[in-house]
């Protein structure tokens, strides 16, 4: 297939990531409200999620997306933006151990909902090719996230576009891009006074220099045949398994107080992704398998262990 079978200089792409269950909602909210604001400007647009995402599991990264374009959208079937112009992150802790900027066009945006300023976020990605600007918002202040099946598979969306955190989210994409009048936004946002607030009290970041994207191997056919796994099964967790690696799901980590832990395994009984292990050195917790369930925390019976936000910590 040629690269330029979608050759679209006027088309922009929007990649949406959130949290499965909390925050599906929202995602959804800044696809379709940038739409429909490019939509009232006379433009041809596109929103829809990524159900390959599992947007049922609670805390799995799930994705939407927006294409806006002057001219009519040649690529309207490929169901993933594949280089996207910005990239927005409904939760924080996605930026450490996902590859949210693959694709991204030179200059591309990074909008983070994050109390934490531009240049922390920055500290947590791997590869900042082409990336051109990174903008915090902090939506959490502004608004509340809306959990609801509303607007889901088609339905009617009884509760209304950018009710939750998306609004502020919303706005301060368009502080950073300009991608539509703010205008036009409001008449599509209902929670007008968060989005306005977003606009205006978002922290934004112009980078100096646009770096390059770091090379990735290149993957035969046979690679990715030996990655996948058989009838859509994978190996029992005995051992470390790659293909159960869930650690990017959580927001916040275990943290185990050693003075307080009595080592009465009870953390290693409850643990349902077997991520805690039993050594002579004590109590260990896996956080390449931990979700971030807090049931190891809920269930401790000498409150040894605390939930802690997954950002505080580089690794």
């Not at 902090?138 to 509340?144: E, F, G, I, Q, R």
């Not at 959990?147 to 969306?157: H, M, N, P, R, V």
């Not at 931990?290 to 580089?314: H, R, T, W």
């Amino acid at each position: 297939m040629s690269e330029n079978l979608f050759a679209e200089p006027n088309l922009k792409q929007i990649t949406v990531w959130a949290r499965g269950v909390l925050q599906n909602k929202d995602a959804r909210d800044v696809a379709v409200a940038l739409s429909e604001a490019a939509a009232m400007e006379g433009a041809h647009v596109q929103a829809w999620e990524n159900y390959v995402d599992l947007p049922d599991r609670i805390y799995v990264p799930v994705r939407a997306y927006a294409k806006i374009s002057s001219d009519p959208i040649e690529s309207r079937y490929v169901f993933e933006n594949e280089a996207p112009d910005i990239v927005v992150l409904v939760e924080e802790t996605m930026v450490k151990g996902l590859k949210v900027l693959k694709g991204l066009k030179h200059g591309g945006i990074l909008v983070v909902n994050s109390k934490r300023s531009p240049e922390e976020i920055m500290g947590f990605l791997e590869d900042k090719g082409n990336l051109g600007m990174v903008v915090t918002v902090d939506a959490n202040s502004m608004s509340t996230a809306v959990q609801t099946l509303s607007g889901a598979e088609g339905a009617t969306d009884a509760t209304g576009i950018g009710l939750g955190i998306s609004a502020p989210i919303a706005g301060a994409v368009v502080k950073a891009s300009g991608i539509v009048d703010i205008k036009n936004l409001g008449s599509i946002i209902k929670n007008k006074e968060a989005m306005k607030r977003g606009f205006d009290e978002c922290k934004v970041l112009k980078l100096d220099k646009v770096e390059p994207v770091k090379p990735e191997p290149e993957l035969t056919a046979m690679d990715l045949l030996k990655k996948m796994s058989f009838a859509g099964t994978v190996k029992s967790p005995v051992s470390e398994n790659t293909a159960m690696i869930t650690g990017a799901w959580k927001t916040r980590r275990p943290l185990l107080d050693e003075e307080k832990c009595t080592e009465c395994s009870t953390c290693w009984i409850y643990c349902p992704d077997a991520c805690i292990t039993r050594s002579e050195d004590g109590m260990k917790f896996n956080l390449k398998y931990c979700k971030g369930c807090a049931l190891c925390e809920a269930v401790c019976p000498s409150d040894a262990i605390a939930m802690v936000p997954e950002l505080d910590y580089k690794d």
